[in-house]
């Protein structure tokens, strides 16, 4: 992980194409502008975790309760 100092109105850019550039400071919150192409998916952290999460469980197999109801059904 690289860790950088900026100050209000620098910039950090990555690659060719992606900058970040720091609008506001207050307290303990940076609001950051972020400028990037179109295809890249930019997401907060929390937000992020959260779906890796949901998609985990949507790919998980049901579970053998699950499975002896849809037995049932078919009858």
């Excluded at 400028?35 to 930019?42: D, G, H, L, S, V």
């Excluded at 975790?49 to 078919?74: T, V, Y």
């Amino acid at each position: 992980m690289l860790a950088l100092t900026r100050k209000c109105g620098e910039k950090i850019i990555i690659g060719d194409n992606i900058v970040i550039t720091v609008v506001d400071i207050k307290g303990d919150s940076v609001k950051l502008a972020i400028q990037a192409p179109r295809e890249i998916k930019i997401f907060r952290g929390e937000l992020y975790e959260a779906i890796a999460a949901e998609n985990k469980q949507a790919a998980a197999p049901p579970p053998a309760a699950g499975l002896d109801l849809l037995k049932d059904f078919h009858k």
